[in-house]
């Protein structure tokens, strides 16, 4: 829909063109729009950069979410779970997904929520472990407070890194 041409569709008459306003990125050796065939490898690429992180955010989350706020056995299993999938790099633990499942396209998206997503849900649960003994009355008049105290230490850290510069950089 938003390339202008079709990405196979070859001319003979247009081989290696330079760029032009009808092909503004040129030709190739087989006439072929180069703009086109860049949109068209792209949709790819971008629904998988938007697609996995956005999975392993919403699974992570809620994974962690439900730990912390059951505690207990759920949380300590989905702890273990965490830690075992951190345990393993990216690219074993996406060569062993890869293995298991099948390679394709789906199959990448599984790969890559399964390996981001145990960072979001150690976050999650970590955050609504600092919340549970806050009650939701409560939280409404300590809300600030709490925003107050993570902007202290945001302030802090940044403070401590410009500190730590080694000399001669930046």
């Known amino acids: 829909v938003i390339a202008p041409y079709d990405?196979?569709?070859?001319s003979l008459l247009a081989v290696n063109e330079a760029p032009t306003a009808e092909h503004w990125l040129g030709t190739d050796q087989?006439?072929?729009?180069?703009?086109?065939?860049?949109?068209?490898?792209?949709?790819?690429?971008?629904?998988?950069?938007?697609?996995?992180p956005a999975l392993a955010a919403l699974i992570g989350t809620?994974?962690?979410l439900a730990g912390g706020y059951?505690?207990?056995?759920?949380?300590?299993?989905?702890?273990?779970?965490?830690?075992?999938l951190l345990a393993f790099p990216a690219l074993l633990l996406g060569i062993l997904v890869a293995a298991v499942l099948s390679s394709g396209f789906w199959s990448m998206v599984a790969v890559l929520?399964?390996?981001?997503?145990?960072?979001?849900?150690?976050?999650?649960?970590?955050?609504?472990?600092?919340?549970e003994?806050?009650?939701?009355?409560?939280?409404?008049?300590?809300?600030?407070?709490?925003?107050?105290?993570?902007?202290?230490?945001r302030d802090a850290v940044a403070l401590?890194?410009?500190?730590?510069?080694?000399?001669?950089?930046g």
């Open 133 to 153: 003994h806050i009650s939701p009355e409560d939280l409404q008049t300590r809300l600030p407070e709490i925003t107050a105290d993570s902007a202290e230490a």
């Open 30 to 52: 087989f006439g072929r729009d180069v703009l086109t065939r860049i949109i068209y490898g792209a949709r790819t690429s971008l629904v998988l950069g938007l697609l996995s």
């Open 7 to 10: 990405p196979v569709e070859q």
């Open 113 to 131: 929520t399964i390996a981001f997503a145990p960072r979001f849900a150690r976050i999650a649960r970590d955050i609504s472990k600092e919340f």
């Open 70 to 84: 059951f505690g207990g056995w759920p949380d300590r299993l989905l702890g273990r779970v965490v830690d075992l």
């Open 160 to 169: 401590r890194a410009e500190k730590a510069r080694p000399i001669g950089r």
């Open 62 to 64: 809620a994974l962690g």
